[in-house]
């Protein structure tokens, strides 16, 4: 099967969907890659290295004219006119932009949006959400550690003691946990809160410490058991309380990471103006939900600004910004995605009785069948 | 006694030479200090909470004017004008410039370089070469991951294992061991490289290995012992051997973080371009010598720059770039030094006697003082 790899082409968007590794796979089955030239080039991967692991170097047309193409992002509008009709698409198309699944159903197109993945163990080896959030974690600590004027850990030198930062990690899903590993292993002390008391054990398992927020009704319990993973949106008297407690640890706070994203909505402020204004200058704050809304009202998707002395990050695509390890981790999900939809004698197959693929397949047959 | 601290001028100059806790205890000395307004500011300083130390805000005019004047860096020309003739002058003053000594001499101040004290036990707590070095190795390393599109510590994922990142440091004085210590604290493989055998135990203690480059020759065995802390240029018989080695290193090295500087000359070449042809793509050099030419020939001073798909750092004022905690630890030094310079009765005075004061003083009475 032809198998074609174009190069991004929203902006900012460094990573690549395959890799000389998963390149190498793939023409080991007996497929044929084609890598359109320069893919790889922000990802560290030049097309030299695609080449020797077995990809043909092509052309945009050549890439996306395949059977079976491999993107990092959705095709932008137009680009799904490369397509070939009948063609088969894997890659995170944002599952809730209903207007670009329509397009690519128009296109006659089988499209499969990965982030769509049930949260299952078996899925975990092709869950983008995961491998991704688990860059943007480590890629928020280093930014934050960059911008804060302070050492993270603690030294002492002969001009005397220099105190560790205060770290505060807002959301304990994959990426606050990597956020809470790298603060820790930079050497910062890492206060942690989320609307689910079951990463607790987690918090502390990485040397952090979790800010407990006590559940007063039945309607507030419920809620934050969640469901596939996520946390529900909890009720207003609970996010009250933890806005008092999450308060007075920010307002000690060198360095605030937000992480709370709900799926398809808008993300939970968590860090109001009041709190950011309580803060020392010189802090830093990195939201990463800066492209759903953020979870502080200064936020400012895609830039950089400081209020009153704090530093607030937007950055909307942080994997992008490791993009060789986040193309590695990305490229091997697509990878084991791919055995699911490649039968044995190494053609395309639709088996919707596969809790994953059902999960994934957005459109097909000029339908949207996302549910 | 008045106390002067004027902002500094030098452009991405963003430190300043006393904090509020070193005017809380010049303060308590009875002295009184004027800091100029916004002088702090870059380093995360307000001027409420200098005021809160007991500093009174001024403006230029009135913190030059002091008969003490701390400051960072040397005045830039013209600046010594707003100093008064007798007024005692206390920063890194380049004790290598000619001519800004010069100038200072001219404008009949005293002067003293804090660069120039003596690397001995009694000095630690003033030396600002090494306090300002740590802070550069540890914001090299920062800068290193913040530029490489991959992981630091090896992560082991559901998507499969990332490599940990291959750090190779050249040059091991306090520079390159904060180095050493803050790639390890990230989770890097570490090796490193010096001219002075001693080190090795230090950078071995440190988790990382030691590159040895035997030496051949007594010349080569009496130079690499050096005077004064700093390595002696080492014969180029011995150089030779040592690129050998040091190119078998970095040919295989993610990431490069060279900090061999030689006072008052160039920097030794440690990096040749055909080393850095060398590196895999993606590869990150960090050049700590930038600013005295480099160790790299392809470093360019205040750039960074892509050579061969290499990134090549070479910034020229790391200190700055970790601005708050670089002035605490530079204004302890001044704090310290101080103590040498003033007498019981809150006076100043000059025992040339003192070796660090000898050593430091650079210009006096309308004479430049430096040997």
Redesign the interface.
Do not use: C
């Given at each position: 099967m032809l198998i074609g790899v174009p190069a991004e082409t929203v902006p900012g968007e460094?990573r690549v969907a395959a890799t000389p590794e998963t390149v190498k796979k793939l023409t080991a089955q007996g497929h044929t890659v084609r890598v359109q030239s320069g893919a790889g080039v922000a990802?560290?991967?030049?097309d030299a290295?695609f080449a020797a692991a077995g990809a043909e170097l092509v052309d945009a047309a050549g890439a996306w004219g395949c059977e079976l193409v491999l993107k990092v992002r959705a095709p932008a509008a137009g680009e799904e006119a490369l397509l070939r009709p009948g063609a088969t698409l894997v890659g995170m198309l944002n599952p809730f932009d209903a207007e670009g699944l329509a397009r690519l159903a128009a296109a006659g197109v089988t499209a499969y949006a990965l982030e769509a993945a049930p949260r299952t163990t078996r899925a975990?080896?092709?869950?983008v959400l995961?491998?991704q959030a688990?860059?943007a974690g480590?890629k928020a600590v280093?930014?934050a550690?960059?911008r804060y004027?302070?050492?993270f850990?603690m030294?002492m030198?002969?001009?005397?003691t220099?105190k560790a930062a205060r770290v505060v990690v807002l959301g304990v899903g994959v990426a606050g946990l990597q956020a809470i590993a790298?603060a820790k292993?930079?050497?910062a002390v890492i206060e942690a809160s989320d609307v689910r008391p079951s990463v607790k054990e987690q918090v502390e398992s990485l040397g952090a410490k979790f800010i407990d927020v006590p559940y007063e009704t039945d309607e507030e319990r419920e809620a934050a058991e969640g469901v596939g993973g996520y946390a529900r949106p909890m009720p207003p008297s609970w996010l009250e309380r933890q806005k008092v407690e999450v308060a007075k640890r920010v307002a000690q706070a060198d360095v605030v990471i937000t992480t709370a994203l709900i799926p398809g909505r808008a993300a939970p402020v968590l860090v109001t103006q009041e709190m950011v204004e309580a803060m020392?200058?010189?802090s830093v704050i990195v939201d990463l939900a800066a492209a759903q809304g953020g979870n502080c009202p200064l936020t400012q998707a895609g830039r950089t600004v400081v209020h009153q002395?704090v530093t607030l990050v937007g950055e909307t695509n942080l994997p992008a910004?490791?993009?060789?390890?986040a193309s590695?981790?990305?490229a091997?999900?697509v990878l084991?995605f791919l055995k699911l939809i490649i039968d044995k004698d190494g053609a395309l197959h639709i088996d919707r009785d596969d809790d994953i693929v059902a999960a994934c397949l957005v459109a097909h047959a000029g339908q949207v069948t996302r549910a």
């Open positions: 460094t990802a560290s991967v030049t290295a975990q080896s092709m869950d995961s491998s688990n860059v480590y280093l930014i550690a960059e004027q302070r050492f850990p030294l030198t002969a001009a005397g220099v790298t292993r930079l050497g020392k200058p010189g002395g910004l490791v993009a060789a390890d590695a981790l990305y091997r999900n084991d």
